[in-house]
């Protein structure tokens, strides 16, 4: 059998281009930052006797915001369910709102004539 020959400088420069724009084509670069909502944040405070003056953050960075976004239940983040589990419960508003204040469904009591004759006659008999 013969060997394989080694390939030319030239095929290997025309194999390692390919591959690089391949890389380039599927290279996703990340330039804005997130905190995985997936995972808890601890925040350490500095040692008690460090002279070191605290970090301020400002109120409206964009790291707060984030922050607080990644702390929301789901329904609050996203307009529909992003899971087969989310969509257990995701509209949990009654279906017939004012439960309360349907008459087919609250009985309030009522004086009738029966339990006005009633009611006098529990009076008179005491």
Do not use: C
């Amino acid at each position: 059998m013969a060997e394989k020959e080694k390939p030319s400088v030239v095929a290997q420069d025309a194999i390692h281009i390919e591959r690089i724009k391949k890389e380039e084509k599927l290279l996703k670069q990340h330039t804005k930052f997130h905190i995985n909502p997936f995972r808890k944040l601890h925040i350490l405070p500095d040692k008690p006797m460090s002279r070191r003056p605290p970090e301020e953050v400002s109120e409206n960075s964009d790291f707060i915001k984030e922050l607080h976004r990644a702390y929301l239940v789901p329904k609050k983040k996203y307009s529909t369910p992003q899971t087969e589990s989310q969509e257990i419960g995701w509209e949990s508003s009654p279906l017939i709102p004012l439960i309360h204040q349907d008459k087919r469904f609250h009985f309030h009591r009522v004086s009738t004539d029966v339990t006005k004759h009633a009611e006098h006659a529990r009076k008179t008999a005491k």
